[in-house]
């Protein structure tokens, strides 16, 4: 090991047997390295080793990691002699050092929840086992939201002789949230694959099918902040799917996965995992079609569909019929089709239009497909678009302009696409309906035919004409459009546009309820519904919001749930 490489530390008080090593890896991270560091200088089980492993950082990162090791003995500086580009690199260097027994892997950007340390190295303790996990909890660094990684795969305490116990945990595929026995790593060489991205899918894969036996366990053991909307330069790499490199990556790192899945003796396995690529990788840029122009799209295309033609029928029958659509769109080169399919995903829209074929059968589209794999993925015959209730019909609704208008209003451009010819000749009367807090707004106005199966009308949304409560609403709400017909009601919802900026305006309402700041975006990264956010900024909000910020912290939440109805 180079003198650039060697870890510093204090040797002469550095505890002399640590019971487990947690490795830090960190690159340019110098604001948020303390955080992260501090969250394993506070584990209730306290004989740990920290060993902060520097890719080759070029900003203050060493100065800090240098003072966080002169200030508690446990702490090792490790600086890599050149940046690796990756994660694989700096966690391999810091198992080469490593003294403990046990071993956790956590990012600079992250932290460790108190008892992590203790509550998985019980689990070792209970039983002899390869390695113990624990849930991992998601944090949205914009809005504080908290969730669960993959709640229903942690929800119990369990110990698995194997993965094929339960497959489905091919979708856990991260490696930190989990404590390794160091001879388990050694015993198989198992370490993490440099010189790639998404390093983790094949690491984790590899852990799960070598493990003889493996415990679960419900408590969380890691957090994970997650910032959807950071700069292209800061944004992680699973946030750059813009980038066709990251394609690339993707699709390599999964041929990586089969090589050692036919060479392990765990051929039985490939189903599972190619289900797990389907949907969850796949899916991850399929939400984002929408956005993408007609070369990204044929780029992708020639990146995927090679790979697609690998992975196992079985695989694709368990997929929801709107995601199989999609697949099946990129793979017969339907792009701009595509990219339609995958605006309505996770909505339950209906197909902008639908063929009929000579057999009598409906399939997605404005043609029959020619082969028959196509026929069988598009076939859409038992969404029965034509007789259903009409209160549970399949429409899409989607908003194919929107402009500001005066003060705080929208002015919008809907169009309904009826594939099943639901709705009577001409012009058809619609809703469109805002319901912040109980407080509902609704505006009526008219959908006029352009061809049948398609309607079209514009609508102005004057958000200052919500009304709120006198002491505000904080929260957010979806506009939804309204139909009727014979009687029966139908609400459907509405598609926001591709793309489109974000605003933001002030409203203050002259009842004497409390003034409000009012935000319209898209839902979420990729296109959805259209979003509507309220953020009360009166003097009882501003007074309360720092109040519920300290009992949203960690170990306060049951405090914060006795507060109800306060803007924060």
């Known amino acids: 090991m180079s003198p650039e490489t060697s870890p510093e530390t204090t040797p002469a008080t550095a505890p002399a047997a640590p019971d487990v090593t947690v490795t830090v890896i960190v690159y340019n991270d110098a604001a948020r390295l303390p955080r992260a560091v501090a ?9 740990i080793e920290i060993v902060i492993s520097d890719d080759h950082s070029t900003d203050g990162t060493p100065r800090v990691a240098r003072e966080l090791a002169a200030r508690d003995p446990r702490v090792r500086y490790l600086r890599l002699a050149e940046n690796s580009g990756g994660c694989s690199a700096p966690r391999n260097r810091a198992v080469e050092i490593a003294r403990a027994p046990y071993l956790m892997f956590l990012d600079s950007d992250d932290e460790l929840p108190e008892r992590a340390v203790e509550v998985l190295l019980a689990a070792h303790r209970a039983r002899e086992i390869d390695f113990a996990m624990g849930a991992v909890r998601r944090i949205r660094a914009d809005s504080g939201r908290r969730s669960t990684w993959m709640p229903h795969l942690v929800a119990e305490h369990r110990t698995l002789e194997g993965i094929e116990a339960d497959p489905r945990l091919f979708f856990e595929h991260l490696s930190t949230g989990k404590m390794y026995a160091r001879a388990f790593l050694d015993r198989h060489g198992l370490r993490f694959p440099e010189g790639i991205h998404y390093e983790d899918q094949l690491f984790s894969a590899q852990a799960y099918c070598l493990a003889k036996a493996f415990t679960i366990v419900p408590e969380p053991v890691y957090r994970w902040y997650v910032a959807p909307y950071a700069d292209a330069d800061a944004a992680s790499i699973s946030n ?84 199989r659509i999609v697949v099946e769109l990129v793979r017969d080169r339907r792009l701009a089709d595509a990219r339609q399919a995958a605006r309505g995903l996770g909505h339950d829209v209906a197909p902008p239009r639908v063929a009929t074929g000579p057999d009598g059968r409906t399939y997605w589209g404005d043609r029959v497909p020619e082969s028959e794999r196509a026929r069988r993925e598009l076939d859409v015959t038992d969404l029965e678009l034509d007789t259903r209730p009409f209160a549970v019909a399949r429409f899409r609704h989607e908003i194919t302009e929107l402009a500001r208008g005066p003060g705080a209003s929208l002015d919008l451009t809907v169009r309904t696409h009826d594939p099943g010819l639901r709705l009577p000749i001409g012009p058809q009367r619609a ?75 002030r409203v203050t309402r002259p009842s004497g309820a409390a003034p409000h700041r009012v935000t319209v975006e898209p839902e979420g990264h990729a296109p959805g519904r259209l979003r509507v956010r309220w953020q009360s900024t009166g003097r009882a909000a501003r007074m309360l919001r720092p109040v519920l910020r300290r009992l949203a912290r960690p170990g306060a939440r049951r405090a914060a749930r006795l507060v109800r109805g306060v803007p924060r």
């Open 39 to 47: 969250s394993v200088r506070r584990q209730t089980h306290a004989n």
């Open 431 to 505: 809703t469109l309906v805002l319901t912040p807090g109980r407080h509902r707004l609704a505006v009526g106005f008219r959908l006029s035919p352009l061809r049948p199966g398609l309607f079209e009308g514009r609508v102005r949304l004057d958000l200052a004409a919500a009304r709120l409560p006198v002491r505000g609403f904080t929260g957010v709400r979806h506009p939804v459009l309204r139909l009727r017909h014979q009687g029966q009601t139908h609400t459907g919802v509405l598609l926001a546009p591709p793309a489109f900026p974000p605003f933001t305006t």
């Open 240 to 323: 750059q799917r813009h980038k066709m490199a990251n394609v690339r990556d993707r699709i390599h790192v999964q041929r990586l996965i089969d090589s050692f899945l036919a060479e392990s003796g765990h051929e039985s396995l490939r189903e599972d995992k190619d289900y797990k690529f389907l949907k969850h990788d796949f899916r991850m840029y399929a939400g984002d079609l929408p956005l993408r122009d007609d070369e990204w799209l044929a780029s992708f295309a020639d990146t995927v569909n090679p790979y697609l033609d690998t992975l196992s029928e079985g695989a694709y029958a368990r997929l929801p019929r709107e995601e």
